[in-house]
């Protein structure tokens, strides 16, 4: 099936080539009739000039050719040959050869036409009509849907090839997605009962959380045919095209059911309709007509459509309703025994030491989903080959962890001795300023030497899977964030642009305590997170002061605090970032002894 594909992608490419290429010809050969056309327009003269130049003796030469319309003149002061056209050939040679008596230096020929010649001026005549017939041709032929489905599962040797035991950290989504594989398997069953099966079910979630696998496992189990395609193919520059498409997938879909139809990112065509023309009307074409397929189904059509989409906010209502899709499945990011699970998947193929529990990686990563866990591992084996171990070592995969959510180590990078303190104190100054915060996680690792465009780090050890926070933890949160700029500040009695990105997201969450998760005193308990800027209006004028006001006390206040706690400790934060100056990094058992002490 992986050939297929590969070869149904570069016949695609070919045709766009083929397409591109009948473009430039067209456009080749207008630009060369106009030329022409402007070329033997200068060299024109018309009959009536002609006809008095003739009389006047000033015409050296005339040429005819036989069943033409076209006589080529020639003059006595010109070495350039001119042209006109006659509306008939025979009228004017009698005038021609009533002149010849009093202008016996004029020379007239007369030529027979060059067939071969005629031949090629005709073609060429045709030529742009030919060119368009063949560029109307390849139009129908890109709206042809067995170029961009791909269908497993037709035959023993294309499934997909998943099974629900391939997907891991998702036991409560594949329960409730195993009646889906019943009624695929045993149609009859449901009916009997007078059960209607959904007939559309959407899977949303963040990216690489499995949508697109387990839509596969379903149609694993159920051992029937899996259409797969995307949303952005049923997208094309000609209209009509991507509603065609839809039409087309359908029909194949009835023709080899009991089937899946699986559309991934289906808010390229899903979002919601607007009254816009161009590229917009076109997308309402092609949702409109899915509308209506989806509509279309009979009692004994046993399709079931999934859709993927990691944006469900944007789709259009009516694709949500009762009887398209109307089961939502959320795919959420693997909690930490998931995470575990998706982890001991993953390692069955790769060698890893004794020493390597996927317990603790998996506390590790919180927040991580199964295609960041895959890639984690990746890199881990990469990582180890680099350096020549016989095995996935434990420093290979935590090294791997500060690849992915740190950046790439940089020791080659030339960084002044001012710039190295300073990093030190920044970075000290937020470790030491969440040791004496409850809510915060505990430090894993201070380091300052550069990774990505941060010149440091401050590692934090996840204790826990967090789906919703306090607001003691988010105002917590922002003195964290505020106590490298605050350490900058105290330590050296200067400010750097190194916190410029501490400052965003400090002030992020602030705008969020207050106008998302309504936690200002002063506002209250309401949501002024909306879609135009003329909507708080609602609120009254001065509601955006207001915010402003609210969002700059929550920060300042953080500041603050941040400075007291360094202030009430400064003598660690010195042994802190000295430590940094001579070591670089710091392990969480190091840090921890400064407090001991």
């Known amino acids: 099936m992986a050939n297929q594909n590969s070869k149904d992608k570069k016949k695609n490419k070919k045709l766009v080539l083929y397409l591109i290429a009948v473009l430039i010809l067209i456009a080749a050969i207008v630009g060369l009739i106009i030329f022409q056309g402007q070329k033997e327009k200068e060299k024109e003269v018309t009959y009536d000039q002609l006809y008095q130049d003739i009389i006047d003796k000033k015409v050296e030469k005339i040429e005819m050719t036989i069943g033409s319309s076209t006589v080529t003149i020639k003059y006595k002061d010109s070495d350039d040959e001119k042209t006109t056209n006659v509306n008939s050939l025979q009228p004017f040679a009698e005038f021609v050869n009533s002149q010849l008596e009093n202008n016996p230096e004029l020379k007239v020929d007369y030529k027979t036409p060059n067939k071969f010649m005629t031949f090629l001026e005709n073609l060429f005549s045709f030529l742009p009509t030919i060119l368009l017939v063949v560029l109307i041709i390849m139009i129908f032929k890109m709206q042809g849907i067995g170029e961009k489905s791909k269908v497993y599962g037709e035959n023993e040797e294309n499934n997909t090839g998943v099974k629900f035991k391939d997907v891991a950290g998702l036991d409560e989504e594949k329960n409730e997605l195993v009646e889906i594989v019943e ?307 105290i330590a050296l009695n200067d400010i750097s642009t190194g916190a410029s990105n501490d400052i965003e997201v400090a002030t992020g969450i602030a705008r969020d305590m207050i106008t998302v998760y309504g936690m200002s005193s002063s506002l209250g308990p309401i949501s002024l997170k909306v879609d135009e800027p003329y909507e708080l209006q609602i609120f009254g004028e001065n509601i955006t002061d207001e915010v402003g006001v609210q969002v700059k006390q929550l920060v300042d206040e953080a500041y603050i605090k941040a400075q007291k706690l360094l202030l009430d400790h400064i003598e660690i934060l010195h042994n802190v970032a000295q430590c940094l100056l001579e070591k670089e990094t710091i392990s969480e058992q190091e840090f921890n002894e400064f407090f001991e002490k």
């Not at 997938?249 to 080899?256: G, Q």
Request: net charge positive; hydrophobic share 40%.
């Open 183 to 489: 009624f695929l398997k045993n149609p009859k069953k449901f009916q009997n009962m007078g059960a209607k099966i959904p007939k559309g079910i959407l899977l949303y979630g963040k990216p690489g959380t499995g949508k697109t696998l387990i839509a596969k496992a379903i149609a694993g189990e159920a051992n029937v045919p899996f259409i797969s395609m995307s949303g952005s193919e049923f997208i094309e520059m000609f209209a009509g095209l991507g509603a065609s498409r839809v039409r087309k997938l359908f029909e194949k879909a009835k023709k080899i059911a009991p089937c899946i139809v699986f559309i991934d990112e289906i808010d390229a065509i899903g979002s919601r309709r607007t009254s816009n023309s161009g590229a917009e009307s076109e997308n309402n074409q092609t949702l409109n007509q899915l509308l209506v397929e989806m509509d279309g189904f009979e009692s004994n059509e046993t399709i079931i459509v999934l859709a993927a989409t990691n944006r469900p906010e944007m789709l259009d209502k009516a694709l949500l309703r009762p009887g398209r899709f109307d089961r939502q499945v959320t795919i959420p990011a693997p909690d930490l025994v998931g995470r575990e699970e998706i982890l001991k998947l993953y390692v069955k193929n790769k060698k890893l030491a004794s020493d390597v529990d996927l317990k603790e990686i998996a506390g590790d990563t919180a927040g991580f989903t199964g295609a960041e866990l895959s890639n984690l591992l990746n890199e881990a084996a990469i990582l180890a080959t680099r350096n020549q171990h016989k095995v996935i070592e434990k420093s290979d995969i935590e090294a791997a962890i500060k690849k992915i959510t740190v950046g790439l180590e940089k020791h080659n990078r030339v960084v002044s001795e001012k710039d190295k303190k300073l990093t030190a104190y920044h970075e000290a100054g937020h470790a030491v300023v969440s040791k004496f915060l409850e809510t915060q996680d505990n430090v894993k690792e201070v380091s300052i030497i550069p990774r990505g465009l941060a010149g440091g780090y401050t590692m934090y050890k996840t204790n826990e899977d967090k789906y919703y926070i306090s607001k003691t933890e988010l105002e917590e949160k922002l003195v964290a964030l505020l106590g490298g700029r605050a350490a900058e500040k």
